[in-house]
């Protein structure tokens, strides 16, 4: 990867602080070790399984329907083969637990943090051979077993690691690394996160979330929990650790039955069946606390369900098996049993006997009401943040401890409390140009005020559907005056846009009622029903320009459902808005939202919004060159295993940088982990995005910069690996008579980091820094070319920068030009007067991931949560077959030159 080619000075100097705590260390070595585990009598610990020997065998368990056991489950382990944290994380962290009481490992416990897996770093040396037996119990046990089971665990001494390397490597030795420099760096975090993993709950990497901090409710028996992400970087001669506020939805601890019953009333009776996925509820009835993962919510009461148990001489309902075996009436009778046991094992327990324990973190998507109530939570000023870094982040994360039975101090470790202060620049704003003439942006924005697009797209004519559903009727029918008047608005706006564009439309269709979206059979209905519209009115025939689509309400089936009909199976443009007093409706704010839809119809029909000053646009414009954003998204946490991911490519076509088609492309679920996030078919798309820019400018592009999205810092090699030799295959096939070797820069831009600065003094609007800020050195990569910019304005909350990371570089770009060229380009982003927080042919691959997500609705956006256990290779193909069959050919062929995802 190339080195930085130096620092950049253009713009206003500004002394900043980032979230980044200077680290001091006294001594220079930590030893590692690593863990093996085994149930005494069985086998090693390969941590494949979380099931050990006799695990979930009990008194009294009755066989039935589907192995189908008493819902007591007996006297067994119960939680022991709980696979829904994955496999054995639990069991093993239990273990870790334990053995920290043990009178072995006691004397040692202050010198030791460890992965709570199977790695131990110490900072003294621990006795060869240590091999410690420990007796498993439950968390919260207190009755003995009468056969419990004993497991060895066996610390084995692997390396020592020592400081010295990182020291020589952080003062400017770049040749100073060495196989144990990761290993290094990876102690030095299980060290400053130990007491956070023990206080806390991790979730996510290097999250630690702390009841202790106050619980939010969310609605819907969950809770945000505030925490901090921590995690140790090398810098140029300090190493320091990165602190940063985060937040994470909880389950609300309570009575499961109470839960259910509030969930049902807030969703009319609908069963929490995706709630539930990944919930794990304590029992007492067996007279000792117990956890278990729910399975299911099976749909049957206490009373409906039944099983077969031999102690009870046959078949028995769940409410009579816990009258006469644990003397417990239920009250509950309404509500359906869970089952708490695995696939082809059944427990059945009465929703009232469970109770969620708190703690949990929730892994679904959040429904629209609770996202809306986490952001209010979550969106605190960089002012508070920053105070809730150093008042509560230090004291949570055991970051201030001196003790000597401290982890820290015991390796030599201390951190300072001041944020460390670093150097940043404002860069100068981009110059825009309208037809109407220039626009000197404010603060990163401007508006469409008294301003024409550079170049107006042309509607020969367009259409209206209008989606009539339950009791949200704005409009009476297609006759109805005040939507003619809004309809005659929004024209009007358009044409005083640049837009050519008929007064009136060609046609108003109406869907008639559609049913509710509460059930999958009704959307299909919903669906086939707007099908039928467009069939009636022979859309396809005789094709507008682009749809208007009058939605009553905002929804996530309705919306896809229709954009993947125009995109897919009809090729023509849909503009949805929705109707309410905050958008159209109200004659007041009409003006300014119809300018604003009226900059995705422009582009959508080949027109130009706006474009960069020729100053500006002149380190694109020295030599013929492609722009490129590229992107993948994968499936949702509730997507069937075999659900496809989908990669995304943009590049520009024109000399202005404004129109960035899309090539997309399905690829099959990767088993190698590493190689998840790079793109497969990347030759193919990049040459299909060469040939149509060899087609529209008569040759091929001289230089090509790429702009990846969506790769973590551990990926860049990667990329480098797997992606960059596919670009030079494209090269290759889109050239094969004569060598095309075109000037190729690629840079990652990530936005999922923890880095953030904040102003020496609180006097900005909004209390962030400026739109323009970058910041390349104190908090940047040692020797790599990487920087921070925030081209945007924080709007809410703490304004986040993009990082900027140049893995490839034959064009050799000085550091002023390319962060300056980033940043004017970020002022490009066609559907909005303003700068982006991301470059936009970043963006555009983004949300053309994003618009091919519609295409495979069902599988990347499912609700219901998938059946546990590993499915068979045979299934995973089905569900691929299934997704390939939905996508059909993509984009219809009438769109794929189109910026149709815009």
Not at 29 to 38: A, E, G, P, Q, R
Not at 142 to 160: A, G, H, I, M
Not at 479 to 489: E, K, N, V, Y
């Amino acid at each position: 990867m190339p080195i930085r080619p130096g620092f950049g000075t253009l713009g206003d100097a500004k002394v900043v602080n980032a979230n980044f705590f200077a680290v001091k260390m006294t001594k220079r070595t930590i030893h590692d070790y690593k863990v093996i585990i085994k149930q005494k009598g069985g086998d090693e610990w390969q941590g494949k399984s979380g099931r050990g020997r006799g695990a979930g065998r009990g008194r009294g368990a009755g066989r039935g329907r589907g192995s189908t056991r008493a819902p007591a489950g007996g006297t067994g382990t119960g939680g022991d083969d709980d696979e829904s944290d994955g496999p054995g994380r639990q069991i093993k962290a239990r273990i870790f637990q334990i053995l920290e009481g043990h009178p072995q490992y006691v004397q040692y416990a202050h010198h030791i943090a460890h992965d709570r897996s199977q790695r131990i770093v110490s900072a003294v040396e621990l006795p060869q051979p240590l091999q410690i037996e420990v007796q498993y119990t439950e968390e919260g046990e207190t009755v003995p077993r009468s056969n419990p089971r004993v497991y060895t665990v066996d610390v084995k001494y692997q390396r020592e690691l020592t400081t010295d390397e990182l020291n020589q490597y952080m003062n400017g030795d770049a040749d100073r690394t060495s196989d144990d420099f990761p290993l290094l760096i990876s102690a030095l975090d299980l060290i400053m996160q130990h007491h956070a993993a023990n206080v806390g709950v991790r979730f996510g990497r290097n999250r630690y979330f702390f009841n202790s901090l106050g619980p939010q409710p969310l609605g819907l028996g969950l809770e945000a929990w505030r925490g901090f992400f921590v995690s140790v970087r090398p810098m140029y001669k300090q190493l320091m650790v990165n602190v940063n506020v985060c937040m994470s939805a909880f389950y609300t601890p309570g009575n499961l039955a109470d839960t259910m019953t509030a969930f049902q009333s807030r969703t009319s009776g609908g069963m929490p069946a995706a709630f539930v996925d990944k919930l794990k509820v304590a029992t007492t009835y067996l007279g000792y606390t117990k956890k278990k993962a729910i399975l299911r919510i099976t749909g049957e009461t206490p009373r409906q369900a039944k099983f077969d148990c031999e102690e009870m001489g046959g078949t028995v309902t769940v409410e009579e098996y816990f009258r006469r075996k644990y003397n417990i009436r239920l009250t509950r009778l309404d509500l359906p049993v869970v089952d708490i046991g695995s696939s082809g094992k059944r427990v059945l327990v009465p929703p009232e006997l469970c109770n969620i324990y708190s703690g949990q973190p929730y892994a679904n998507q959040l429904g629209k009401d609770e996202t809306k109530t986490m952001i209010n939570i979550a969106c605190r000023s960089p002012q508070e943040n920053a105070a809730t870094i150093r008042d509560q982040g230090f004291s949570s994360l055991g970051l201030l401890s001196d003790t000597p039975t401290d982890t820290l101090t015991a390796f030599g470790m201390s951190v300072e409390r001041d944020m460390t202060s670093i150097h940043s620049r404002i860069l100068p704003a981009a110059n825009i140009a309208y037809r109407s003439g220039p626009v000197t942006p404010r603060e990163g924005s401007w508006n469409l005020i008294k301003t024409k697009f550079q170049a107006g797209g042309v509607a020969s004519k367009w259409a209206v559907l209008l989606v009539q559903q339950g009791n949200h009727v704005e409009f009476t029918g297609r006759s109805d005056q005040r939507l003619i008047r809004l309809l005659g608005a929004f024209a009007r706006i358009c044409k005083e846009c640049g837009v050519a564009i008929p007064a009136r439309p060609s046609i108003i269709m109406e869907t008639g009622g559609l049913p509710r979206m509460d059930n999958e059979q009704n959307r299909s209905r919903a669906m086939e029903q707007i099908d039928r519209v467009f069939t009636q009115n022979r859309i396809d025939r005789d094709k507008p320009s682009f749809v208007l689509v009058l939605l009553p309400t905002v929804d996530r089936f309705l919306y896809p459902g229709i954009k993947c009909l125009g995109d897919v199976k009809y090729g023509f443009h849909t503009v949805h808005m929705v109707l309410n007093e905050r958008t159209c409706l109200d004659t007041r704010k009409q003006a300014q939202y119809f300018a604003n839809v009226a900059l995705k119809v422009n582009i959508k029909l080949g027109g130009v919004n706006h474009v960069l000053h020729d100053k500006d646009a002149l380190w694109l414009n020295a030599m013929d060159t492609m722009v490129v954003g590229i992107d993948v998204t994968h499936p949702g946490h509730n997507s069937p295993r075999g659900t496809p991911s989908i990669a995304a490519v943009v590049a520009s076509i024109d000399k202005r940088f404004v129109h960035y088609p899309a090539s997309l492309s399905l690829q099959k679920p990767n088993e190698n982990k590493e190689a998840k996030e790079m793109v497969e078919n990347l030759t193919d798309m990049m040459v299909e995005r060469l040939n149509i820019w060899k087609e529209k400018n008569k040759s091929l592009p001289e230089r090509i910069l790429i702009y990846r999205d969506g790769v973590s810092e551990g990926q860049y090699q990667l990329v480098l690996r797997y992606e960059l030799p596919q670009i030079r295959e494209a090269f290759k096939r889109v050239s094969p008579k004569a060598a095309y070797r075109p000037k190729l820069t690629i840079a990652v831009c990530g936005k999922r980091h923890h880095a953030r600065p904040y102003p020496r003094t609180w006097k900005t609007e909004n209390r962030n820094t400026l739109p323009g800020t970058v910041i390349d050195q104190g908090i940047t990569d040692i020797y790599g070319f990487d920087f921070y910019l925030q081209a945007h304005k924080g709007l809410k909350g703490s304004a986040r920068p993009t990082h900027y990371y140049i893995v490839y570089d034959d064009f050799h770009y000085d550091a002023d030009t390319f962060q300056q060229g980033t940043h004017t380009a970020s002022y490009l982003y066609a559907r909005a007067t303003k700068a982006v927080s991301l470059v936009p042919p970043a963006y555009y691959a983004d949300l053309a991931c994003d618009r091919a997500r519609f295409y495979l609705n069902d599988l990347l956006n499912a609700s219901a949560p998938r059946s546990r256990g590993k499915p068979t290779q045979e299934e995973q193909e089905r569900v691929f077959q299934q997704a390939k069959q939905d996508w059909g050919n993509g984009i219809h062929p009438d769109l794929r030159r189109s910026m149709f995802y815009i």
